[in-house]
């Protein structure tokens, strides 16, 4: 083992590469203003989307890209609830057929409250098995 150590060097704090012949992305820089007048300059590459607000360095609070020009706000995609997702599956009318068959089957006796699927969690599930054990 002693064979395989490489001495007087700082493995993994120095990189022995160079950047010679590198071709670099192409970088812009942007800078943000707060609300106290210190400015935040950040480097992003060229084909990135620019954040609205940026956290200032020196206080903390919500900067400004300094020319509003450069930034384009984007419109939120409104999150989908799980009756927007519902109705993409069926329609009223098929929901209303559903729910008066299900009605019809419980009136009648042969559905039960309990016959009706649920999600149990682990804790449910091994209480069944010590029941049926």
Partial sequence: MVDRVLRGTRMGS????????AD????QVVTFVCARGHRTSVTFSVEAELPASWEC??????????DGARHSSVAAKPARTPWDMLMERRTISDLEELLSERLTLLRSGQLHLTDTPRVSSSRDAARERRKSA
């Fill in 14 to 21: 120095l990189s022995y590469e160079t950047d010679d012949g």
């Fill in 57 to 66: 360095r020196s206080c903390g609070a919500s900067a400004t890209i300094s």
């Fill in 24 to 27: 670099i992305a192409p970088r």
